[in-house]
């Protein structure tokens, strides 16, 4: 009886490794392709710092040139935070804020798919990180939601890339984590009290003219007293995309278009705009068109503190 008993929770703990393994996550590659994207890592850990954290009032205690405005800027801005950063981010804003600043925005910037692995921020990401590229914004939100919930229902994750093993192509390379917790942004944003928000621009372009109505009219329905916390993936081009708009709805009126475009590149991580040649030749066009777009929205701005009182896309349709 004894022997039987031993036998059977051999058997039971057999059946429970088989369980166990037909559930790992079977060994991943990706190629970087829509079809077969890549899983990047964006923050090391769920306790990684936030690098770029900044904000607008910055700029006076650095820029020599013209500075009119900008303290009456409540934004702040940053890479994609790990959940650890949402608490650096929050105390940042504590610190900065006025008593007047009743309410906080976190401004997801972001078109493409991602979420939290274990607290740690993760991508989706295929080549020059266009996986959403040409969707609306709600099968953007939807794809990526999908996405999420693919990754909940595993035990784990395999082939999860590290940024600097993106970039070599390693993709071989990538490791498996074991699922505690997958969560969207807006989750750790509201968990800080932030009311979550989404503007959603393509990777080194433009933002469409929809994304651009919808962000002014946001700051529109807002009170003045509102502060703002922005971010991409990096924190470098389209949050300091965004900078400069908040900048030119405020400012066009008293300062140059390019003292706002030099202004903003004076604080970390000092991205200057106007550069449209940079590592990656291929898109330098959407960098131009970016280029562009700021002129124009610029002079929107000015007609906008002048009185004009319609939206971007009524601007253009008048004026270019």
Known sequence: MHYQAITFVLFLMLLSMQSFASQQAAPTVCDSTSENPC????????????????????????????TRGIKDIYLSGSEQPSEKGWDLIADYIANKRSSGIKKVVALDLRQESHGYLNGRAITLVNSYNWINLGKTNTQSVLDQENWLASLRAKRVVGGVLTVPQYAAKEYSQGKSLVVNSIKNEEYYANKKGFEYYRIFISDHRAPLDSEVDALVALIKSNPEETWYHIHCRGGKGRTTTA?????????????????????????????????????????????????????????????????????????????I
């Open 39 to 66: 899983i990047v890592q964006d923050s090391k850990t769920r306790f990684s710092p936030v690098n770029w954290l900044r904000d607008a009032s910055l700029i006076a205690d650095v820029y020599t040139g013209n």
């Open 243 to 319: 900078f400069a708009m908040f900048d030119m709805l405020k400012n066009a009126d008293k300062v140059s278009f390019e003292e706002i475009i030099a202004r903003q590149a004076s604080i970390s991580p000092f991205y200057n705009l106007s550069v449209t040649q940079r590592e990656t030749p291929e898109l330098t066009p959407y960098y131009e068109q970016r280029l562009q777009f700021l002129i124009n929205f610029y002079e929107f701005s000015r007609q906008s503190l002048m009185g004009y009182s319609g939206t971007w896309t009524e601007w253009k349709k008048l004026y």
